[in-house]
Nanobody
Framework: QVELLESGGGLVQAGGSLRLSCVAS????????MAWYRQAPRKQRELVAS???????NYADSVKGRFAISRDNAKNTVYLQMNTVKPEDTAVYYC????????????WGQGTQVTVSS
């Protein structure tokens, strides 16, 4: 069983920075791909960024050049560094994990709210 716990959300002004963290428990962390999703009010949940077991990354076009995903396998933690944030980045951000050696994201955290003021 995989449990994910996000932290680091909050209120930030447009143009500012924020770093989200997600600590994972359960089976071997390094065997899993990790991702950050977000869901804004009245919108569908969307993929923000993902990172493979070997460290390859993928980003939504809307955050490329501003956000960076990284992982620390020794700490069972994945991060999302958010720079130059915009009001449209306001959403609940969810950490997600695949199963061992899988590519489908099937485990979810409870989410952390990020609010960007203009």
């Amino acid at each position: 069983q995989v449990e994910l716990l996000e932290s680091g959300g909050g209120l930030v002004q447009a143009g500012g920075s924020l770093r989200l963290s997600c600590v994972a428990s359960g089976p071997i962390f390094s065997n899993r791909a990790m991702a950050w999703y977000r869901q804004a009010p009245r919108k569908q949940r969307e993929l923000v960024a993902s990172i493979t077991r070997s460290g390859g990354t993928n980003y939504a076009d809307s955050v490329k050049g501003r956000f960076a995903i990284s992982r620390d396998n020794a700490k069972n933690t994945v991060y999302l560094q958010m720079n130059t944030v915009k009001p449209e980045d306001t959403a609940v951000y969810y950490c997600s994990s695949s199963g061992d050696f899988e590519t489908v994201f099937r485990y979810w955290g409870q989410g952390t709210q990020v609010t960007v003021s203009s």
